[in-house]
């Protein structure tokens, strides 16, 4: 066993009340690269942010395009061992919740009811209607663009539809940024799994838990800013380490 599973175990055993942060760590077991990964998924491009994805139709496009391509890996992934130990202890009550910054849906593959995930990125894995909400399926869309580069329009109110991700530029979504706080504040254990731990504002919830007393787990291969505030770092593979951890294969 890698070093700290058996505290890891110990601080699971004592909590009451369990809130797992995940981020594009959690999701590379699954195939799909983390953000810092060299020629990974993201780093080919300069992301579009959300003003030029309003401001003009050809970055709409363009953000289509690459949708398209890197949905091929995103959208064939299936949920790793550090998702299914997750999802084992959110059954059983252990846990409350998870908060991610990941946008690959795969916590919902792993069994985790909708209800007990806040996701602070969005989901990629279905578009919305940036003025009225609506929501669309994917498939469709794509077979239209792919015919003739037509871009999605919404049938209900004509609003532009985009992935349901927060693009950069874009502000964060209101509900879940005050889900994630009140579960944030009413933990006694908090975990973060594969997450650099410097992208803001989702990185302050681990400072929050810390500060309201929670104590804090940090599971990843690197070292982050905030281990100095943690009760526990573990420097290994997530999926051995909380498959492990929680007894499951
Ligand atoms: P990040 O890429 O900044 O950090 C991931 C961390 O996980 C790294 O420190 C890395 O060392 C560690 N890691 C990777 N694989 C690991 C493994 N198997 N075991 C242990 N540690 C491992 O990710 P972030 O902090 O989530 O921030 C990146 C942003 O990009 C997020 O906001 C997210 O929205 C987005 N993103 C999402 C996905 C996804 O949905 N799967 C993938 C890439 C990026
Ligand atoms: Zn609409």
Known sequence: MADGIAELRALLAESQRVVFFTGAGISTE?????????????SQYRPIEFGEFMASAE?????????????KVLLTAKPNRGHRAIAA????????????????GLHQTSGVPVAKIVELHGNTTYATCLDCGE????????????????????TACMGIIKPATIAFGQSMPQAEMHRAQIETVACDLFISVGS???????AGFPALAHE????????????????????LVIRGEIGPVLGQAVGIE
């Open 59 to 71: 970055a709409r496009k363009e953000y289509w395009r690459r949708k398209i391509e890197t949905d």
């Open 135 to 154: 929501r669309y399926e994917l498939e469709p869309i794509k077979q239209v663009f792919v015919a003739d580069g037509t871009l999605p329009e919404c």
């Open 89 to 104: 202890l959110i059954a059983s009550g252990k846990a409350s919740s998870v908060i991610t910054q990941n946008i690959d």
């Open 212 to 231: 309201k007393g929670a104590s804090l787990v940090i599971v990843n291969r690197e070292p982050t800013p905030l281990d100095n505030m943690a009760r």
């Open 30 to 42: 699954s195939g799909i690269p983390d953000f810092r990964s060299p020629g990974g998924l993201w």
């Open 196 to 202: 650099s731990l410097v992208v803001y504002p989702a």
